[in-house]
């Protein structure tokens, strides 16, 4: 399910990025994230500003002067950075890359009344006029705060966002008692959004999306400085593209480049494997014999006309054979 409606490249990337394993559905953390926790800063410290938004970043000089909404300038040495060919226009096109469109609704329950029906929570709802397109079980490991998380996506969140969040709510609680057929899913006991296009600077969720010809014809210069302005963000790595880890990855090899740029590492150093997380690692989904190789429904549909075809053929053989219609060899 995706926050946009693709084009066909941005659908063959989705193809490709589902056929693998280990996926961020598998995971979760237990604790709220804050970018302010000083645990992030590492040793750099107070060095890194926070609720600092720059506006306007001046490289024509010696230093690179950079200032902020706030009011304040901060004037860095770059005499260790080489400038490297200016390709800004190039990165203008990257100007026309939107976000998706998303609302993460999170459903609270007295009990985990889903699984009292054996089902796992997880539903994918293609009904046009369904609220909510993909949901997940996002009860707590140890059973406790039942929840399920959905999705309103792309055309669908710009157009209920008009609605209040009671209204979302009743539409969210109804979808979901109709798949699960049960009556409790009317009776949430809390219930939390997040409408990810309010956000003032993504503008959206999960990640941007590149409309037809911005890949193919600029997509080599999506992690490429500017003069000495190097770039770094989720849309820009390799491993995990849209999520925290992401930006981790990013910012980590946009680190790295800049180090290199003061001959600090060598080139060959720049990219890096990130290890498995041993902190939160993939707990692995149990699946039986009979789940692990039936066959796809259209994989079991080709068997069939198969099987069916070489049926009648040598059904009519035989016939043919038995009536004498077939000629002696």
């Given at each position: ?17 589902c056929n693998t ?202 992690r490429e400085p ?104």
């Open positions: 399910q995706s926050s946009v409606q693709q084009t066909l490249l941005e659908a063959d990337f989705l193809i490709r990025f394993t280990d996926l961020s559905e598998k995971r979760g953390i237990n604790f709220r994230y804050h970018p302010a926790n000083p645990m992030k800063r590492g040793r750099l410290g107070e060095r890194v500003k926070l609720e600092s938004p720059v506006y306007r970043i001046d490289q024509t000089g010696d230093l690179v002067v950079v200032e902020t909404v706030n009011k304040e300038t901060y004037m860095v040495s770059s005499r260790h950075i080489s400038r490297r060919n200016p390709i800004l226009v190039h990165r203008m096109s990257f100007v026309h890359v939107p976000m998706g469109s998303v609302i993460k609704c999170m459903v609270y329950y007295k009990e985990k009344f889903w699984r009292k029906k054996s089902y796992c929570g997880t539903m994918v709802i293609e009904e046009e006029g369904a609220p909510i397109g993909l949901t997940l079980d996002d009860t707590k490991p140890d059973g406790t705060v039942p929840a399920i998380m959905g999705f309103i996506l792309a055309r669908k969140s710009r157009k209920l966002v008009s609605l209040t969040k009671e209204e979302r709510l009743k539409r969210i609680c109804e979808i979901y008692s109709r798949v699960l057929g049960s009556e409790e899913a009317l009776h949430p006991v809390h219930y939390e959004e997040k409408n990810w296009c309010e956000e003032e600077y993504s503008g959206g969720c999960y990640t941007a999306y590149f409309p037809p010809g911005i890949l193919t014809q600029f997509g080599k210069v999506l500017v003069g000495r302005l190097f770039f770094a963000g989720t849309e820009t790595a390799t491993e995990w593209s849209g999520y925290m880890e992401g930006a981790v990855q990013a910012g980590e090899r946009a680190a790295r480049e800049i180090m290199c740029a003061m001959g600090k590492i060598h080139l060959n150093q720049v990219w890096q494997t990130e290890p498995e997380s041993m902190d939160v690692p993939a707990l692995p989904f149990h699946t039986t014999f009979w789940e692990r190789n039936l066959p796809s429904v259209g994989g079991l549909l080709r068997f069939m006309v198969v099987s069916s075809f070489l049926s009648v053929a040598a059904a009519a053989g035989f016939v043919a054979y038995k009536k004498g219609l077939l000629p002696n060899s």
